[in-house]
T-cell receptor, first 111, second 113 residues
Framework: DVKVTQSSRYLVKRTGEKVFLECVQD?????MFWYRQDPGLGLRLIYF???????EKGDIPEGYSVSREKKERFSLILESASTNQTSMYLC??????????FGPGTRLTVT | DQQVKQNSPSLSVQEGRISILNCDYT??????FLWYKKYPAEGPTFLIS?????DKNEDGRFTVFLNKSAKHLSLHIVPSQPGDSAVYFC????????????FGQGTTLQVKP
């Protein structure tokens, strides 16, 4: 079974803090993704990566950055957290163009 | 610009009956479609997919239908069970654009015992 783990299930941070969300997958997948899920908006792609040290912007990259130093690990960084970044963050990995394997999600609240 | 739309935010059906979840898309370059199911406090899990070379794909109680001319796909669940109660997302991708799996807004299905 593919396993995607995320470092925290729930996080509460203050406005302006730097926030790190970690994601690890154990299936040697090339592709990794970060999404956020908001009511009525579905899942929106923030950033993705096809290989180590490689990253590409998704649909809503503003206010975020990513890091992929190792194949199994993909980190999402909020440089200066804002209240509009309160959301459910979902990491996923994939061996190909279609199917994504998602982690359990991190519910981030920025106050 | 919502390229993948699920126009029904919620759906309620009786156990044992058919559930039909709908999804419309606007991008004619989409050639691969997927459905995901999501329970609260869990990540989405893959349910079923279909390539544009087909118009139907079946897996147990789940069938996905694709109508390319109408740019419409639907997920049929027969018979519906209370454990099927979840949020369902459709998603689409275009050939040569592996990073861009575009998701719909989701439909919350409630199956009543």
């Amino acid at each position: 079974d593919v396993k995607v783990t995320q470092s925290s299930r729930y996080l509460v941070k203050r406005t302006g803090e730097k926030v790190f969300l970690e994601c690890v997958q154990d299936m040697d997948h090339e592709n990794m993704f970060w999404y956020r899920q908001d009511p009525g908006l579905g899942l929106r792609l923030i950033y993705f990566s096809y290989d180590v040290k490689m990253k590409e912007k998704g649909d809503i990259p503003e206010g975020y950055s990513v890091s992929r130093e190792k194949k199994e690990r993909f980190s999402l960084i909020l440089e200066s957290a804002s209240t509009n970044q309160t959301s459910m963050y979902l990491c996923a990995s994939s061996p190909d163009r279609g199917r994504r394997y998602f982690g359990p999600g991190t519910r981030l609240t920025v106050t | 610009d919502q390229q993948v739309k699920q126009n029904s935010p919620s759906l309620s059906v009786q156990e044992g009956r058919i559930s039909i979840l709908n999804c419309d898309y606007t991008n004619s370059m989409f050639d691969y479609f997927l459905w995901y199911k999501k329970y609260p406090a869990e990540g989405p899990t893959f349910l079923i997919s279909i390539s544009s070379i087909k118009d139907k794909n079946e897996d147990g109680r789940f069938t996905v239908f694709l109508n390319k001319s109408a740019k419409h796909l639907s997920l049929h669940i027969v018979p519906s069970q209370p454990g099927d109660s979840a949020v369902y997302f459709c998603a689409a991708s275009a050939r040569g654009n592996t990073g861009k799996l575009i998701f719909g807004q989701g439909t919350t299905l409630q199956v009543k015992p």
